[in-house]
């Protein structure tokens, strides 16, 4: 039994609370200069062989997921739970107390304390639930034989304001333990025209199905003057059982999200491969095709042949290609393209229009959550405790009129848990209250 009580006060001290609080900063702080989840090959040149095998038994490189920081973070919902176990019976019987059977020798104890003599005991015409009243505090009374007391209480909840935190704290925790096992983040790479129905999970690269098709129609991207990207986008489509269930365009920091799992626009890579959209000027007609490099392809049904032959390029970006095109037994024709320009060409018996621009694959960051709003929740929870903790306090004051031999006393007195300064400051005010109604008392009374 001894053992179990050392136990219980060990989990319940605040110095252990210190510990664990001191050292996941300190971790977190590591885990924040030592960059995670790199190759080994990168921790020998960053640093050398022998510190990387030493972070690699410390398991640094994967500071998050290592047994001891979950072994820190359960210590830590281990010490707050039993702590709140240990203090919460206490300051659940100080909110619920019945103030009015305090020991009244309390009263002349308090810090705060201001007493009036009056001459009569014929008092009773002064209201005092009405006195304290006006001076914003709504309070109860009680009679104790020849005399009375007055009690009224503000901010008496604000004592759980430190327990709302360490329950924030868990459910933080809770929504984080439900997003691990039950949520994912991976990426996946899509080319124009062409779907997936599964991603590969970030690290690992293990394939995750999704459950439904999603297709990368387009992919926009603009360039400043110097060459740098601008900004880009995807035109995405979500199809189940080949249907079109939902079209967005996403962008940067505009993400689609379906089924709890949210696609975000993260990246995106050039191909040596390029989109050609041909549309027929007569009928209406187009179609889109996706062609390589130096490669000739057709349209049958048109007897339609063409190819890239050549391109522009600064790096993997291409500035300028050249199509080669020929309508049946025509002359084949050529022209220079900047991404996306139309061009018309015209054989002995139609006209058609074409449009190419290089084929680029979307790079997208997916990640399934379920636990997220738990964690919004607990987030909640943690700003509404660190208000009552800080901004609120537990404030009283009793009122008491006490018959003695040379009339009636009248004490009023009062205490806070905290925020002192400002208790007095309200003390003070109602004490001006008190004042009023036994000068119109004694007024009226002389």
Not at 206 to 234: Q, V, W
């Amino acid at each position: 039994m001894k053992l179990i009580n050392q136990l219980w006060a060990f989990f319940a001290s605040v110095q252990l609370a210190i510990f664990t609080l001191g050292s996941i900063a300190l971790t977190s702080i590591i885990g924040t200069i030592i960059p995670q989840g790199k190759p080994n090959d990168f921790y020998v040149d960053y640093f050398d062989a022998k510190t990387a095998i030493f972070l690699q038994i410390l398991d640094i490189p994967t500071m998050y997921s290592s047994w001891w920081f979950y072994g820190l973070l359960g210590l830590l919902c281990t010490n707050l739970i039993i702590c709140s176990l240990e203090r919460l019976p206490a300051v659940w019987r100080i909110i619920t107390a019945d103030n009015l059977a305090i020991p009244l020798e309390r009263i002349e104890k308090m810090n705060s304390l201001r007493q009036w003599s009056l001459r009569t005991e014929e008092v009773d015409s002064i209201d005092w639930q009405e006195t304290l009243k006006s001076g914003g505090w709504r309070c109860e009374t009680r009679k104790l034989g020849d005399s009375s007391l007055s009690f009224s209480q503000k901010g008496r909840w604000s004592r759980l304001g430190v327990y709302i935190v360490h329950t924030s704290i868990l459910v933080i925790f809770f929504g984080a333990i439900i997003g691990y096992f039950f949520g994912f983040k991976g990426s996946v790479m899509i080319p124009e025209l062409r779907s997936t129905e599964k991603i590969f999970t970030n690290p690992g690269s293990i394939p995750i199905e999704l459950g439904f098709t999603i297709r990368c129609n387009s992919f926009g991207l603009e360039f400043y003057d110097n060459g740098m990207p601008k900004e880009y986008n995807s035109s995405l489509t979500i199809l189940e059982n080949g249907k079109e269930i939902l079209n967005e365009i996403i962008k940067v920091n505009s993400p689609l999200t379906y089924k709890g799992i949210t696609f975000y626009q993260s990246s995106y890579q050039g191909h040596q491969e390029f989109l050609i959209e041909i549309t027929e000027a007569s009928t209406g007609e187009s179609r889109q095709f996706s062609l390589p490099f130096q490669q000739q392809i057709s349209w049958d049904d048109k007897n339609l042949r063409f190819g890239i032959i050549n391109v522009e390029a600064v790096g993997q970006r291409v500035l300028r290609s050249k199509v080669w095109f020929k309508a049946g037994d025509d002359p084949a024709i050529t022209q220079w393209l900047t991404n996306n320009e139309i061009v018309s060409f015209t054989s002995v018996e139609k006209k058609y229009s074409l449009k190419s621009k290089q084929l680029y694959s979307t790079g997208l960051q997916v990640a399934k959550d379920p636990g997220v709003w738990i964690v919004y929740f607990g987030c909640g929870l943690l700003l509404l405790g660190l208000y009552m903790a800080f901004f609120l306090s537990h404030k009283r004051i009793w009122l008491y009129q006490q018959v003695t031999a040379k009339g009636m006393l009248i004490s009023l007195a009062g205490s806070a848990n905290k925020n002192k300064l400002a208790f007095v400051q309200a003390f003070t005010r109602l004490e001006g209250f008190v004042d009023q109604t036994i000068r119109r008392y004694n007024n009226k009374n002389p």
